[in-house]
């Protein structure tokens, strides 16, 4: 029997995903749980497994293609290894491929992410694709993109709401008689038809070639890929542009989803920043120490490490600023735990992953999660409920060489921290000029949650901690 695994919802909310590496080929065994691909969602790498013990029969999807959710990938033979379609059926199958399916409820159109249109129970055709079991009623494709060409292979005639939006016919020309067929080889208003794949589709789209103009190779005269490279390479080329002046970067991924989560907090959430200059020679000092002892001899021990129990301890004393608020309800949610998100620079762009339950932990406890969520952060491997339900964040903004910053709340989150670089500084002490070891922190906050009352005591209590850690041990 021939399966489809259809890309799954991760995480809350995933419409898309990019496939990142395929671990298996067509003809390779698979069994239950096996793990067949990663995906890049939109904050990490996922590795899925596969639901079937079986024969991979195609990969439909290319590796750093972007496929929506509910969007097949893979289609496993679980009965009859290497099936084949009939000979009679390969055909009326390649046609079906072509035949432009309805997109699902909210999934794009093959095309605007690459991804090949949805199939289910399909007899393997060339590279896994083929006809669908059972008559299926389609409904007229919208206007294709540009540079694309539309492809159909009708067998009935177009409903009339379908026609509704076509152009009108030019004077003088001639319509095929109502329910007339379109010639054996033909598409709809009589060009010939092409025969592509999705994926061969998306390549010449890339490599702009004309899918019309092009001479297929491939079973029933379809176009295969080296089909599209050879048109490129002898296709006239467009004079170069100067180089090194320009570059286009693709919006997805990590840095799509940051820059919408940005957007709808900066605009949604009033923010006000606060600055606060520490001397914070006796954390250091206090780093010094605990790297000493026994209990830390396993974990990385930071600054970073007692900034967060000061945050923590700020939060259990002003639990207002850990909370967040209900648009739909109109209230405050204040939370009674603290899930303490730490901001985290990665190739593929910011990420901010959260400690659970961060408030419960010891300090060696707390030392260890911050170590393995800065390691699998930095591997991409950070998985979507680990960045899920966050209540308050720090961004270390001072590895970078930053003295200070803004920093934009994550959205759902009351205030979030930015912790500068520490660096000597002259500091007056006891009325003396002396050299100290000096950060600033920085304080954004949601003022319709924290007034600026609020805001400048927690700043001041996180501030006052870091300046004696000793206090930390007073106010737990």
Do not use: C
Request: aromatic share 4%.
């Amino acid at each position: 029997m021939r399966r489809e695994f259809k890309l799954p919802d991760v995480g809350e909310g995933l419409t898309e995903a990019e496939i990142v590496r395929w671990h298996v080929k067509p003809g390779d065994d698979v069994k239950v749980n096996q793990i067949v691909v990663e995906i890049e969602t939109a904050k990490s790498i996922v590795e899925l497994p596969i639901p079937w013990d079986g024969v991979v029969a195609g990969l439909l999807a290319e590796e750093g293609q972007t496929v929506d959710v509910g969007v097949p990938i893979i289609t496993v033979d679980t009965t009859e290894p290497g099936g084949e379609a009939a000979p009679d059926d390969r055909t009326r199958a390649l046609a079906d491929d072509m035949v432009p399916k309805p997109p699902a409820e909210g999934a794009v159109e093959p095309g605007a992410h690459g991804g090949p249109a949805p199939k289910e129970e399909r007899q393997s055709v060339l590279v896994g694709y083929g006809v669908k079991t059972g008559a299926t009623k389609r409904r007229a494709r919208k206007r294709p993109l540009a540079g694309t060409p539309a492809v159909t292979a009708p067998t009935e005639p177009a409903p009339p709401a379908a026609a509704a939006g076509a152009p009108a016919a030019a004077a003088g020309t001639p319509s095929a008689p109502a329910g007339a067929p379109a010639a054996p080889g033909t598409a709809a208003g009589g060009r010939p038809a092409v025969l592509a794949k999705p994926p061969v589709r998306k390549l010449a789209k890339n490599l702009g070639v004309d899918l019309a103009a092009v001479q297929g190779t491939g079973p029933q005269g379809s176009i295969t890929r080296e089909d599209v490279h050879a048109a490129a390479e002898t296709a006239p080329q467009p004079a170069p542009r100067a180089a090194g002046r320009e570059e286009r970067v693709p919006v997805k991924g990590v840095r799509k989803v940051t820059a919408q989560a940005m957007v709808a907090s900066a605009f949604t959430a009033p923010h006000v920043t606060e600055f606060l200059q520490v001397d914070v020679t006796g954390t250091m000092e206090a780093v010094r120490r605990l790297r000493t002892l026994q209990d830390f001899a396993e974990v990385k021990v930071s600054p970073l490490l007692l900034v967060a129990k000061a945050v923590l301890t700020a939060a259990r004393r002003y639990p207002m600023v850990n909370s967040s608020w209900d648009e739909a309800a109109q209230e405050i949610v204040v939370k009674h735990y603290v899930n303490l998100g730490i901001a985290a620079a990665t190739p593929r762009g910011l990420v901010v992953p959260n400690i659970k339950d961060a408030h419960a932990l010891s300090l060696p406890a707390l030392a260890g999660e911050l170590a393995k969520l800065t390691e699998t952060a930095r591997s991409g491997r950070t998985q979507p409920a680990e960045m899920a339900g966050g209540t308050i964040t720090i961004t270390n903004v001072g590895v970078f060489g930053v003295d200070a910053g803004t920093p934009i709340l994550n959205p759902g989150e009351a205030a979030i921290l930015a912790v500068g670089q520490i660096r000597d500084m002259p500091w007056v002490v006891d009325g003396e000029l002396a050299v100290r070891k000096v950060t600033t922190l920085a304080l954004s906050f949601d003022h319709r949650i924290v007034d600026g009352e609020l805001g400048s005591l927690f700043l001041r209590d996180v501030g006052a901690m870091l300046e004696d850690p000793l206090r930390m041990l007073a106010w737990s």
